[in-house]
């Protein structure tokens, strides 16, 4: 099963970043198609185009060509939003990090200006990507999925969830502001990831709720996870500076709860994910199944 | 006709910002909501919403409910992102602007920090406007409207004439080059107002084509008056910092035609637009002519 995973991985991620060298051009003007590919291409885990491909194959939507069109423009755009916000969130006026997966940061490589544009120019990016004027993906489902991704990326998502993240430097939360703050910062994105894929197939309102709920627990365990590697890794392992929220002075879920409650909760989280896709209904989920399982394993 | 023209223009200024202090919200965490707010609303000419409005009433979108609920959408999702654009390029590493509709700019009231989030979360927000959940504007016009701004803001539209822009400071652009630039940055957004005020109603394919010549026109003719005004006006007539772009060494239409053919190229602008909606056949293009002349006779 491992294998497969693994082996099934590797082709979608293939898949994707073909696309992605497809539709993130070259050719933007003075300089900003090289920033916006070297924000986006050669680096990163690609776990929501993995999520959003996983739930598009667990309601059938890898079958029918438009539908499997729909899936990997789903796919390239919530990493175009994820990527996008790597390099805001990056910049000196935010987290002033100089090293993300690896490689020095786009502000650090193109200057602040062109981060800046590069990061809005993949946002709109995203959404030209799921409105193909070509025929293939319905457009109803193309509107569907405009709208799905634009509440997850926005003032009650993520971008609210980096406000409140920005506020809270210095500030103590207890679990549940935490909890929220993440939900929108990281979680709706992953969620959404998920939501989206299924979007291009047909899943039930249980199946739906299920999956939601799946997206939901994986959505904070990611996180959770991540507030431990941060206290726990070196830089080295994380392709990106380790420590820099304690350093910030910034609450994650190691200085609100403690690590090994903070164990604990990713543990319980991934249980609730599992527990999501039994009641799904869906007979195809062993791909979102492993990527439960990756979250938690992961080591940067 | 000129103080029709002011009554119509007054009471769909009012259904826009009545429009957009329902969608822009109050209480979206952490002060963000009240940045955005306080980035869009209570300011500005508002040239694309009206532009969006007076060309869906020209093919007839005003009428019919759901139609003009999408014309209404239209006109707020292009000022959400005309409004982000205006944020993000007022911040420190782009012009460092710190006067803005005659108010501090966002970053100066709010923190860069929390401006670049806003402007983030305000693109969000013209998709979110564009994908209405509840029934009303049906799913084929959003995914037409969403995929026609996202081409307008990204990497070939206005993000990529404001990478143009950035590039070209201190750098001798002849006119088609500061052209390109122009139809990009602030042309493309202009054009797409019209356009999808445009496709909320029926247009067959001649008109259609007379309104993106107009939409053209228009657009360029905005941007050369802005370059006049800003080599010819003071800062409190403008309502923001006058003689920036000399400041900066950045070519404008001024310095590069000079004052006197660039008024007479805004001139020909505003003929070719006139032209364009003589021969569009649509019955109700006043307001669009109206428009046209405004952008050649505004002072500010």
Redesign the interface.
Known sequence: MRGDFEAWSREKLTEVESALMRWV?EH??????EA?RYGVLDGGKRQRPLLALAAAEAVGASVEPPRAEAALRTACAVELIHA??LI?DD?P??DDDVLRRGKPTVHVRY????A??A???M??????V????APGVP??L???L??M???A?????M??????D???IGTPLDENALRDMHR?KTGALLQASVMMGAACGEAGPAATQALSDYGAALGLAFQVVDDVLDATQLSATLGKTAGKDADHNKPTYVTVLGLGAARAQAQALHAQAHEALARSGLADTVWLAALADRVIERDN
Chains 1, 2 share one sequence.
Do not use: K, W
Not at 28 to 33: S, T, V, Y
Not at 123 to 128: D, S
Not at 159 to 164: E, K, L, S, V
């Open positions: 051009p933007a003007p003075a300089g900003l198609g916006m996008y916000s805001h910049m006026c935010m200057g602040q200006a062109l800046m544009l990061g809005d120019a946002q709109a990016l995203a959404f030209e799921l409105t193909p004027e457009l109803a193309q509107a569907r405009c709208g991704l634009a509440r990326a926005g003032q009650h998502g971008a609210g969830g980096q406000a409140i920005l506020a809270s929108r």
